[in-house]
């Protein structure tokens, strides 16, 4: 049996599934990881497991070529937010080595650019836990070993109507969160501030409490399971 969990990006319009959490102001270390790894309301429970890599140090990307829809500058655009992208989580000081792959047999994350807009179901990825979904500016599923918490596969879906302006912000965010770091803050003293916010598509580096939470999730001293 396998479990999905999925994280919708939305630039604009409401949200399609409940994937953040409303906050007031700042929170403390310990809150933003619970809320942002396990979906947990400040002072409560967790809402949804903690999902993580079995082999953080070896995870690999691999990017479907792009419709025709996206070449050019949005081509050139994506390409580059994904390198800065991997460049940011790399160096975050976690556990973490992301690299691009050749083979989308072999890889753990697979990134597709679809010439769909938001708001339609996702069609083209050729799985089945992920076609038919509701498409948002951007999309993270992640399919995940419910008796182990172990990620076993990662799937980020871009819609052809999401902002070239916002490439870097939203990259950076569904790769984040394709590390199992599924859930968004919403408060306005994270806009600007968090690639997790929920609100906004402004921030291309990681914050502090970014850093921090990848970490905690996946501590530099990480020994492959």
Not at 120 to 131: F, H, Q, R, S, Y
Not at 190 to 212: C, E, H, I, T, W
Request: hydrophobic share 45%.
């Amino acid at each position: 049996m396998k479990q999905v969990i999925a994280a919708l990006a939305l630039v604009a319009g409401p949200a399609i599934a409940q994937d953040h959490i409303e906050v007031s102001g700042t929170l403390s270390d310990d809150a933003f990881y619970r809320l942002v790894a396990c979906a947990a309301p400040l002072g409560d429970d967790c809402q949804k497991p903690m999902v993580y890599w079995a082999n953080p140090g070896a995870l690999t990307l691999w990017v479907a070529p792009l419709p025709d829809a996206f070449l050019g500058g949005k081509a050139q655009r994506a390409r580059a937010a994904i390198t800065l992208a991997l460049k940011a989580l790399n160096e975050a000081g976690a556990s973490v080595k992301l690299s691009p792959s050749n083979s989308r047999g072999d890889a753990d994350i697979k990134l597709f650019f679809v010439d769909i807009p938001r708001g339609a179901p996702i069609a083209g990825t050729g799985l089945k836990w992920v076609d038919g979904s509701p498409l948002g500016g951007a999309t993270t599923r992640l399919q995940v070993n419910p008796v182990g918490e172990q990620i076993l596969d990662g799937v980020i879906v871009v819609s052809n109507d999401l902002s070239i302006r916002s490439y870097e912000s939203v990259l950076l965010e569904e790769l984040t969160q394709a590390l199992g770091l599924m859930t968004d803050v919403k408060s306005d003293a994270y806009v600007g501030v968090s690639v997790l916010s929920q609100d906004g598509n402004r921030v291309k580096a990681l914050g502090a409490q970014d850093k921090m939470a990848l970490r905690r999730h996946y501590p530099p001293n990480h020994q492959p399971n």
